[in-house]
């Protein structure tokens, strides 16, 4: 019997616990809690419940683990000879925020058909249980490895990669890595991610407070505003030429977006730049024109920035989040950029777009690209010629992942598909993952692991 075969066997043999441990694991709501923050839970409780989970079990399997402090969660399997060759598959644990517009529990993993549904079901906790499964199907092959084999689950993705940047400082560098964080084919480069946060006074006859929800990561679903009372009557009659969601109660406005990653603003609807639509065009607001300006193309065009780039793509703009009291306005905007653009470049067109604001860079990574030539990404693409085979090249992408982290060894792999059945909600309502992908993408991950074990 050959691998393939062993594989698709052992998924079917073990199928009911696959998706139990992947229930499980879906139904904590490992968020970033800063009230909940400690030592030993970094990122608030939620995700620390989550490690916790996920070494309880790699114990009883019988891994090595080790949990560096809340930071992240080894889960190792040695080679079978001592050597200091290292395969790193590397996920995380936390999600962003849930946010608005969701059918389901988005932490009770309900089964509709086919479909699981979670915050955390495409980005990506079904993906770190996926490779824990590898990992599991793998040890009990007892197969020959030249390589130490890791799953390392991290807990800081959606935020500050402060958890990975440490793994490395204390780890170093693997042979190579990959993380199941994108889609099948593999991803040969990332843009560039860079947020920003402006601050400034400004002077409005409409609004009182504006507040915000979402991460800064993702596109704004939703935005509350309070109106001054003597702007209601004319707030109210703006909005009836207007098509976006909304609710208007007493001086409390409400506008809706929907969500999505940051990186995809063509699969969302950005609530923020409707606010600064309506206050620019309908209501007059001179402070808001030049944020209507700057933010109302999401492919940067507000920014100076050319709709594409050979040969990564567009530039992204995402005006996230955005705070208003007492006068004192602050915004983030996300914004990822393929080469040549820089941070730099960035961070002076906004300054001469608000010149009268603070504008400074509190995230930022640099574009990445790894060579089609290395050896293990050619394991990789093989692997998707025998598993996936939808003659996808492979590409780049908006999305930011802990490959960012391993630059030259390190690739975005899976785990999605185009023929998977299911629709891109990372980052929105009503994420779900589709069960009848199980044997595929198992089946890559797994003969992903092998292959580049025993090169």
């Not at 092959?141 to 991290?154: A, E, I, K, S």
């Not at 024109?289 to 700057?294: G, I, K, L, T, Y």
């Amino acid at each position: 019997m050959n691998l393939a075969e062993r594989i698709k066997q052992w998924t079917e043999q073990h199928n009911d616990m696959i998706i139990e441990g992947m229930v499980d694991l879906l139904q904590i709501p490992t968020i970033y809690e800063e009230e909940t923050v400690s030592e030993d839970a970094p990122y608030g409780e939620g995700i620390a419940n989550g490690l916790a989970w996920m070494k309880e079990r790699a114990d009883q399997d019988g891994f090595n683990t080790f949990n560096d402090k809340g930071q992240y969660l080894v889960i190792e399997l040695p080679a079978s000879e001592k050597t200091d060759k290292r395969i790193d598959v590397v996920g995380h644990m936390d999600v962003v925020s849930v946010g608005d517009g969701w059918n389901y529990d988005p932490f009770g993993a309900e089964i509709v058909g086919d479909n699981l549904y979670a915050r955390g079901a495409q980005d990506m906790k079904v993906a770190v249980w996926l490779s824990y499964v590898s990992l599991l199907m793998i040890k009990e092959m007892d197969l020959t490895l030249t390589h130490n084999l890791r799953l390392v689950v991290g807990t800081d993705e959606e935020s500050s990669f402060e958890d990975i940047v440490y793994y490395v400082e204390q780890n170093g560098l693997p042979n190579f890595m990959f993380t199941p964080d994108s889609s099948f084919q593999i991803t040969l480069g990332e843009k560039g991610d860079a947020a920003f946060s402006l601050e400034g006074q400004i002077q409005s006859t409409i609004v009182d407070t504006i507040e915000t929800f979402n991460s800064e990561n993702a596109i704004n679903d939703r935005v509350d505003v309070i109106l001054k009372e003597e702007a209601i009557d004319k707030v109210t009659e703006a909005l009836e030429e207007l098509t976006f969601k909304h609710a208007l109660v007493g001086n409390s406005l409400t506008i809706y977006g929907k969500s999505a990653h940051s990186s995809k603003p063509e699969l969302g609807e950005n609530a923020l730049a409707h606010l600064f639509k309506l206050l620019a065009e309908k209501l007059d607001e001179e402070w808001a024109v030049p944020f209507n300006a700057a933010f109302n193309d999401y492919n940067g065009g507000g920014l100076d920035l050319k709709s594409h780039y050979e040969p990564m793509g567009s530039p992204t703009v995402n005006p996230s989040q955005c705070h208003l009291t007492d006068g004192e306005l602050g915004l983030v905007v996300d914004i990822r950029f393929p080469n040549p653009v820089t941070k730099d470049q960035l961070q002076t067109t906004l300054a001469s777009k608000f010149p009268n604001f603070t504008i400074e860079n509190h995230f930022h990574f640099p574009p990445t690209e790894i060579s089609m030539h290395n050896p293990y990404v050619n394991q990789l693409m093989g692997v998707y010629d025998d598993w996936i085979s939808e003659n996808q090249p492979a590409f780049y992408s908006g999305g930011i992942t802990y490959a960012k982290l391993f630059q030259g060894v390190g690739v975005a792999f899976g785990i999605t598909y185009l023929n998977d059945g299911m629709e891109n909600r990372a980052h929105q309502a009503d994420e779900y993952f589709n069960l009848s992908a199980i044997p595929t993408v198992l089946g890559a991950l797994t003969d992903a692991m092998v292959r580049l074990i025993q090169l």
